[in-house]
């Protein structure tokens, strides 16, 4: 692991005259020179020049400092760091995948377009929705194309509307999709069960009443475009009321959009196109562990109902069937369908991260339909085993049934001083990376823990063992924590100057 | 199946500690008449032979070819084999968006190199943790510069952009009652100065133009930035081919304010178009209004220097429906991709490469205009796509070409009409003398028009 405390920059190693990559001879004649003197390149500020030694051992020491879902349980609720199979890594690198030119005539790119429409048959199937787009980049990606779908909507029906309700639980990227998306964002409050309130929810600390769905409903009717509702929500809890949510809002037009990104709950075991949703997000690189590289790529497919079909961005995927003799297999032929007058447009320069695509299909013929509710299955046990073994150590702010993810909250540990950033960086000390950390905003000091399917009942005791030495620790050594982490490569950084006197690349002294 | 750990009897044991005879019986919360009835209708599980074999056979469906001269947007490049082993290495792949700095200090140093480098290339002083490609790229930097010109909110866009990205544009602007999106025609195959100058107003708060454009043809950005400052308006530059960073000056040095585009040139294969990676640069007094994940120096507890994730405050997971943009996850181990790139590379062999395949895309164009039915349309400086007339039957040169493994360059005709018959065609390191002969043998073969 950490063998150095530090790794220079690699501008700082840089020394003229070293080269990491070697041409091939040049064949041809030379390039004359056609550019204006103006723009001619005239050098860099910062490229360094070193061999290939020394650029893959900077990486190499570089990754070191990483934790990866390799190293163990990666428990960051609401991300899904599931295990990822070396079997999609493999081949999403075939040749024949990463040669094909996105702009080659349809006839030439078979294989990608049937892996296309072989994807999007899987999701239709496990949503129940019979629309699908690959394109969206990400899960942020995919809510603006949704709600986007829901505009299309509106405007064909001849009546733009203005709002979009979303809970007070819900991820950041809801609102500011709705933003995005030209619309004005109204909150839903949340009841102490975690759920959305149908009723008015009147503030114990400052009195305030926040309007609940109804009256919203009834205020605001005809000007709702729709709701943005993560299901399961991010407190890992079903919302048990969907299916009357979802009718209250259709009675006034409005649509349902329902943010996925914890879809892992529901595959096999529920289908939202059977309770009401019109449309929705995939996160690929969450139920469909494709990797999440640090950040990304991901891929954030949008499934929709009947409705909306007529406005999934360009193209869409077409499978025609091929004239064969009597008797024979029929086979088929895939196509782009570019003309669609009423789509929204494109959402990405050509079809999605498709790399992405390739290893979201292994996963799914990997699985198939019984490993897949296998899988969310386990997913659920495993967060409702930690969940139990937790509960008395940990304060449980909201009791309801907990699906793949349980949410505590630190009011224990708080009594001592202690907080939830504190418990998350002496968990690092442990050799474990933290769980999401305060979200959702409606549970105070939020540690949300969501530890997949891919962990065995061994690696899930370590870590309830450490969970609960922490908790003793607590008690016992508040400072420690408060001191933590001390056997990372790094201390606490300062993060507050890193905002303030921004330094955002390095600059030659 | 392979993928989950636990057995029979640690299944029980689990469920035994929760206190339920069955896992279903953890469905509780989900009301009955929701759930699920029966099995999903789709194949059951697959062994990894079974899947590997499956895969291939999609992959073999497609064509392959000994030479691809089609670029527009998606160009095949060599990629050195450092960067697939280092990519490959788990705490690479595997790990999240950095939120813990003191247990992710591998990819938040890395991103703090890949800024500085993008910063280097385009010659601007802030750039983010990357972007999904380049129309989304296109996207994020026009709502930035509307949000950056306050009252202004119309947004030129040349023509010699690519059209894909002009559509990702179009659908993004079309939620927005207030914002105008409006075109600039082309003339001689760059930015028409006429047509520019007729649409720039006080309401434009920027201009966007290809360096190098669509056509591969050199925008003078020098030329563009006189006009454009003295409309008040910001200069976009939008790269599409981001090896031209090698060739070309740096946009932010040659006058352009902000700049975009697509980098999967660094170390990627056309991939059937992603992932990919999308970049955008801008100054520092508008640094405060990028959008996405941004990388900043700081120091720990005891001094040592270390990398956070910063300028949070802009961010949709702090300020909601207020944040600069939606974006989350974004392209993470392309940008490690790009880095490696770049890195291995160095300032010479960034150089080399851009003046092979400029050299590479010369010879291509007098070999191809030593053809009869080939011949020019407009003459401008161009990196490593050029547009050339063809005179003969389109098809029948799709189908010579395909006949003998070669993908021709892109027929113009589908993006603009006034391009009917004409020829997009890329060269790049990758092709040699022979593929460019034995490409104009084919042509020179291809049936007159009938």
């Known amino acids: ?313 360009v193209p869409v995927v077409v499978r025609d069937t091929v004239k064969v003799g009597e008797g024979e297999v029929p086979k088929h032929s895939y196509r782009w369908d570019w003309n669609r007058p009423q789509s929204i447009g494109k959402v990405h320069t050509f079809f999605g991260n498709f790399g992405i695509l390739v290893r979201a299909l292994a996963y799914c013929l990997s699985h198939g339909s019984d490993g897949l509710r296998e899988a969310t299955l386990r997913a659920i046990v495993n967060a409702n085993y930690i969940r139990a073994r937790l509960k008395d150590a940990y304060a449980l702010h909201i009791d309801s049934p907990s699906l793949h993810e349980v949410v505590f909250s630190d009011t224990l540990q708080a009594k001592h001083d202690v907080h939830t950033l504190d418990i998350a960086k002496r968990l690092i000390d442990h050799g474990y990376h933290p769980p999401t950390i305060y979200f959702p905003l409606i549970v105070p000091g939020a540690l949300m823990i969501e530890p997949t399917e891919s962990e065995g009942k061994d690696e899930l005791d370590a870590f309830c063992d450490t969970m609960l030495a922490i908790a003793k620790e607590v008690e016992t050594d508040p400072e420690a924590l408060h001191q933590a982490p001390t056997l990372a490569p790094l201390r606490r950084m300062d993060e507050t100057t890193a905002a303030r006197k921004p330094v955002l690349r390095w600059t030659k002294a | 199946m392979r993928y989950l750990p636990s057995s029979p009897a640690e299944d029980r044991a689990l469920l035994d500690t929760i206190g339920v005879a069955r896992a279903e019986d953890l469905l509780s919360g989900i009301p009955e008449p929701l759930r699920l009835k029966r099995g999903l209708d789709l194949p059951t599980q697959g062994s990894e032979q079974e899947v590997a074999w499956q895969m291939m056979d999609l992959a073999n469906r497609n064509t392959r070819f000994c030479a691809q001269f089609l670029g527009a947007g998606a160009y095949d490049h060599f990629v050195p084999s450092a960067i697939d082993a280092m990519v490959g290495r788990q705490e690479w792949f595997t790990a999240y968006t950095p939120y813990q700095p003191e247990i992710s200090q ?145 946009p932010g040095k040659a006058g352009a304010d902000m700049a975009c585009g697509e980098a999967m040139s660094f170390g990627n294969k056309p991939t059937f178009g992603g992932p990919f990676l999308g970049f955008l640069a801008v100054k520092d007094a508008h640094k405060r209004e990028i959008p996405g994940r941004v990388v900043g120096q700081t120091k720990d507890l005891d001094g040592r220097t270390g990398y956070v994730l910063t300028l949070t405050a802009r961010e949709q997971h702090i300020r909601r429906d207020k944040a600069t943009s939606n974006i989350c996850s974004n392209q993470g181990l392309v940008t490690l991709r790009a880095n490696l790139f770049l890195q291995l590379a160095g300032p010479e062999g960034l150089k080399g490469l851009a003046e092979q395949n400029a050299a590479k895309a010369q010879h291509l164009r007098q070999r191809l205009l030593d053809l009869p039915d080939m011949e020019p349309v407009f003459d401008q400086p161009f990196f490593n796509e050029f547009v050339l007339r063809y005179k003969g039957d389109m098809a029948a040169l799709q189908e010579a070409c395909l006949a003998e493994s070669l993908l021709p360059g892109l027929d113009l005709g589908r993006f603009y009409p006034e391009y009917q018959g004409c020829i997009l065609w890329c060269a790049t390191e990758l092709h040699t003398r022979r593929m460019i002969e034995s490409l104009v043998e084919i042509l020179a073969r291809v049936p007159a028009t009938v």
């Open chain 2, 106 to 250: 591998g990819t938040l140093q890395h991103l703090f190199e890949y800024q500085t480098l993008i910063c280097d290339l385009t010659g601007l002083d802030v750039t983010n943790a990357s972007l999904y490609d380049g129309g989304t790229a296109c996207v994020e930097t026009a709502l930035m510069a509307v949000r950056v010109q306050k009252k202004r909110h119309t947004v030129l866009v040349s023509q010699g952009l690519h059209p894909l990205y002009r559509q990702v544009l179009r659908t993004n602007f079309a939620p927005h009652d207030g914002l105008k999106l409006v075109e600039v025609g082309l003339k001689d195959g760059v930015t028409d100065l006429a047509d520019l100058q007729a649409k720039l107003n006080g309401d434009v708060a920027a201009v966007m133009v290809g360096y190098p454009n669509f056509l591969g043809a050199v925008e003078d950005l020098t030329a563009l930035a006189g006009p454009v400052h003295a409309a008040g308006a910001l200069l976009v530059s939008v790269t599409q081919e981001a090896l031209a960073f090698g060739w070309l000056e740096a």
């Open chain 1, 1 to 313: 692991m950490f063998l150095r405390q530090r790794e220079p920059l690699s501008f700082e190693r840089s020394v003229p005259g070293k080269r990491g990559m070697d041409l091939p001879k040049l064949d041809v004649p030379a390039a004359k020179d056609t550019r204006p003197a103006h723009l001619k390149r005239s050098g860099f500020d910062a490229l360094p020049e070193l061999s290939e030694v020394e650029v893959i051992r900077h990486f190499t020491r570089l990754s070191k400092w990483n934790y990866g879902v390799d190293d163990g349980i990666y428990p960051l609720g609401s991300c899904t760091m599931k295990h990822n199979p070396r079997l999609n890594e493999k081949v999403a690198g075939l040749p024949g995948f990463t040669d094909s030119h996105p702009m080659a005539p349809d006839a030439l790119v078979q294989g990608n377009l049937e892996l296309v429409f072989t994807l999007q048959e899987w999701l239709k199937e496990i949503t129940g929705l019979p629309g699908v787009t690959l394109q969206p980049s990400a899960g942020a990606a995919g809510e603006l194309t949704g709600v986007m779908l829901i505009r299309a909507y509106h405007v064909a029906q001849g009546a733009k509307r203005r709002v979009i309700l979303i809970p007070d639980s819900g991820h950041g990227t809801n609102p500011a999709t709705a933003a995005m998306a030209g619309y004005d964002v109204v909150e839903l409050p949340s009841r102490p069960d975690g759920t959305i309130s149908f009723e008015d929810v009147t503030d114990p600390v400052n009195g305030k009443v926040r309007k609940g769905l109804k009256t919203l409903v009834a205020e605001l009717g005809t000007e709702i475009a729709g709701a943005m509702i993560t299901n399961p929500n991010t407190v890992g809890v079903f919302e048990y009321r969907f299916k009357e949510i979802s009718d209250l809002l259709h009675s006034v037009g409005a649509l349902v959009y329902m943010d996925g990104a914890n879809m892992n709950a529901l595959v096999g075991v529920a289908r939202p196109g059977d309770f009401g949703v019109d449309v929705m997000h995939l996160n690929l690189h969450k139920t469909f562990s494709t990797p999440h590289g640090g950040g990304g790529p991901g891929a954030g497919p949008v499934c929709c109902a009947e409705k909306l079909l007529p406005f999934l961005p």
